[in-house]
Structures are given as C-alpha cells and as structure tokens.
C-alpha cells in the first residue's frame, strides 16, 4: 500500500476540529452538485455522484446536506458555475503530486496552488508530467485486525477485485473503476467494513522519504488539502507507518 493510502486512513482515524470538518463537508457537498450536474442525479446511473455521496456519508455528513447538494446540481444554480481543473507538479525530494480542483474562479485557484507549492518547496509542472506515473483505481482499505485474511481476500476476489495487497496488518483492495461499487458492496454483505473506499489515483512508483523530507512532504499536502477550492490531493510518497503516525499526531 502507498504511502499517501497509508496517510489518508491514518487521518481519517484521528478525525478534524469542528472548522475542519465544516470546510470538509463544504467540499464534499460542492463535488456532489457537480456530480449530479454533469451526470445526472440517479447514483445509479452516476458513478461519480455514487462515489461522491459515499465519502460524504462517510465522513458523516447529514442526509438533508446531501439531498440538498444534489438538488442544486439539478437546478443547475450554484453546480453551474463550477469546473474542474487538475494541477500536477513535484513536491519536496522530487515527490510527484497530483491536485484535483472544483472552482467557481479559475484565475485564484492557479495563483493559490502556485503558491502553496512554492511556499512548501514544490514547483508546478505541465500537464501531464505527473499523470502518467498513475492510474484511476478503486481503493478498498480494510483493517486484517478486524477480519479474518482468507475471507477478505475471497470476498474481495470473488466480486472482481484485481487484486489485494497487504501492508502490515492493512489490506488494499485494488478494482476498475467501474467495479469499484461491486467489490465495496460485496464486502460490506460479506461483513467486513472498509476503514475506507475511494475511486483514487494509485502511483505506478512510489519516492521513500526519510524523516526530514517526509515532514516537508506532509507540510505540502496538507496546505494543499486545506485550500477550499481542491478537491483531492494525490503524491507517490512511500513513509513508514510510525513516522507518519507521528506527523499526523
């Protein structure tokens, strides 16, 4: 399992403060207006919507904020000033990172990710420079704590999974997009609960930091991820669990 797969679990663990997750739903309820936009607002008939209202549950945002969300997708109001941009460039010790932005004001979002990657010691890079180091994958995080290893492997196997990778006592669950919502809802009838399930980017090669850079690199990410404008960050970092227990704690 990635580094930054790692890290997004550990700091779902450890939760946000109140203004945190105020601005966390604000970002989740933005990505499903625009979901149900462009696709639609049947989850069905919508993969992105789907998977858009799966993290919102996930992180536990309300019924009525989610049904609103999409309503104005429908509508068309605050859905239609939104457009989605992707950013990719390199963060410290060379790490190749990718930013997905929904904005209503292209021109501040350029200058915003600009200077958070200069600040942090990053530099922005040309479309395509890093995207090609990544492919979009389902990703199906459970804790083997939890369950028992053959039962996750052959639920996970069984409902078409490409494959299952173990990092410690975590398993990564690897699927096609497209089955992504299969594979989630087999394990869950299976049950066993994912810790996390996201359609993401995975890193075809990952960059090992030592302490020093992997606290420059976290730095980076996490002024990325508190921007209000992006949506998801993802690098080809690869740190040591304890480590970054340490710098999430």
């Not at 859905?79 to 209503?104: F, H, N, Q, R, W």
């Not at 606290?215 to 480590?243: C, G, H, W």
Request: charged letters at 30%; a negative charge; glycine letters at 8%.
């Amino acid at each position: 399992m990635s580094g930054h797969s790692k890290w997004a679990t550990i700091k779902h663990k450890k939760g946000k403060t109140d203004a945190a997750r105020g601005k966390l739903f604000s970002k989740l309820s933005r990505a499903i207006t625009v979901a149900a936009r462009d696709g639609g607002p049947d989850p069905a008939m919508n993969i992105a919507l789907a998977n858009a209202i799966e993290k919102a549950k996930a992180e536990s945002v309300p019924k009525d904020n989610i049904e609103r969300a999409i309503q104005r997708g429908v509508g068309g109001a605050e859905g239609a000033s939104y457009e989605s941009i992707v950013y990719e460039g390199y963060g410290p010790a060379g790490v190749a990172i990718i930013v997905e932005v929904l904005t209503d004001n292209r021109n501040r979002s350029a200058a915003e990710v600009r200077n958070i990657f200069s600040k942090h010691g990053g530099q922005l890079a040309q479309p395509g420079a890093v995207a090609w180091g990544f492919e979009r994958r389902g990703s199906i995080v459970v804790d083997g704590t939890k369950y028992d290893e053959d039962d996750i492997m052959t639920a996970a196997i069984e409902a078409g999974a490409d494959d299952v990778e173990q990092d410690g006592a975590q398993f990564q669950v690897l699927t096609q997009p497209s089955d992504f919502a299969s594979v989630r809802d087999a394990l869950t009838a299976a049950g066993i609960e994912p810790d996390s399930a996201d359609l993401t980017m995975i890193p075809k090669n990952t960059v090992k930091l030592e302490e020093n850079d992997a606290r420059k690199t976290m730095k980076i990410m996490d002024a990325l991820e508190d921007s209000d404008d992006v949506q998801e960050v993802y690098a080809n970092f690869d740190i040591p669990e304890d480590v970054l227990e340490a710098l999430a704690g």
